[in-house]
């Protein structure tokens, strides 16, 4: 069983900046492949970002790519979301999750049934 909390939401001007935590609980976060997805009011949960277990491997969604990074430490047990240049399309909940399989690809982690733990999100308002 993995637990997964967010941190670091909050309401910030358009061109600014946030970084997000995801804190993990267990011994099993570095054998997890991580992900980052996000939910606007009425609308779907939309992939953000995904990382390898060792960090080495990423993968960004269209929309963000450019502005956002995501990476680990495994020794922390977290994964973090550096947003930059934020515009008022990236208000949403942000949610981390947890892919505890060895075999999905990075492409297969952009979409949310790949993944098998989930965190209870963070809001993320970015005003214009």
């Known amino acids: 069983q993995v637990q997964l909390v967010e941190s670091g939401g909050g309401l910030v001007e358009a061109g600014g900046s946030l970084r997000l935590s995801c804190a993990a609980s267990?011994?099993?976060?570095?054998?997890?492949?991580m992900g980052w997805f996000r939910q606007a009011p009425g609308k779907e949960r939309d992939f953000v970002a995904t990382i390898s277990r060792s960090g080495g491997s990423t993968y960004y969604a269209d929309s963000v790519k450019g502005r956002f990074t995501i990476s680990r430490d495994n020794a922390k047990n977290t994964m973090y979301l550096q947003m930059n240049n934020l515009k008022p399309e990236d208000t949403a909940v942000y949610y981390c999750a947890a892919d505890r399989s060895l075999y999905t690809s990075s492409r297969q982690r952009a979409a949310s049934a790949s993944y098998d733990y989930w965190g209870q999100g963070t809001q993320v308002t970015v005003s214009s």
């Open positions: 267990g011994r099993t976060f570095s054998s997890a492949a």
